[in-house]
């Protein structure tokens, strides 16, 4: 080994041996959490950070170093439609109606979402699930048939509070059928 290019060979294979060196040691490091990760949040993310189970904070979309003790959970606040299938319900006056909704929602408050629920979408449509029945409840078959509009913002106005709760916000609800059930009210007077 004492000419020139034999000690460039040799160095260079030293610089390529300590560089997948290098790079096994940061794998098992980053692994094993010795390490900060980085992480990048899309543009219709936000990230939560938990220490644990406590929040940190509320990360807007880039790149971020997190270290090995915190997590980030990234949280979709792009708008998601939504449509409940038909559900035969009871009204005030005890007729029935078959009623079908759709809308849109978002999550406006990304911190809200994680912590309450740990599946926020489902826990939101529990809640729309049973204040369409209420709702629909209150009223009598007359006024729901032919004022849809105005039960549907009675199911807004009734919704709203638990959204609000979950960290989401309704952008958009309409009912999209609404039809008077007949074998019912022969069902419950015989």
Not at 2 to 28: D, H, K, N, Q
Not at 66 to 75: A, D, E, K, M, N
Not at 88 to 96: I, N
Not at 112 to 134: K, P, Q, T
Request: proline residues 6%.
């Amino acid at each position: 080994m004492s000419s020139i290019p034999e000690i460039l060979a040799a160095t260079a294979v030293e610089v390529v041996l300590f560089g997948v060196a290098g790079g096994i040691l940061y794998r098992v490091w980053r692994g094993a959490h010795f390490l900060p990760q980085r992480k990048t949040l899309m543009p219709f993310n936000k990230g939560v950070i938990l220490e644990g189970e406590q929040v940190v904070k509320v990360l807007d979309p880039g790149s971020y170093w997190i270290s090995p003790r915190q997590t980030i959970v990234p949280v979709d606040v792009r708008p998601r439609p939504f449509q409940m299938p038909l559900r035969d319900l009871l009204t005030s006056d005890r007729q029935g109606v078959r009623i079908r909704l759709h809308g849109e929602y978002k999550v406006s408050h990304a911190e809200l979402f994680i912590r309450e629920s740990s599946d926020g979408h489902a826990a939101f449509y529990l809640s729309l699930d049973r204040e369409v029945a209420l709702a629909v409840a209150e009223c009598d078959r007359a006024e729901l048939l032919q004022h849809p509009g105005s039960a549907a913002d009675r199911i807004r106005e009734r919704i709203e509070p638990r959204a609000a709760q979950l960290g989401i916000v309704l952008t958009h609800l309409d009912i999209s059928d609404l039809l008077p059930i007949v074998w019912m009210q022969t069902a419950l007077d015989d």
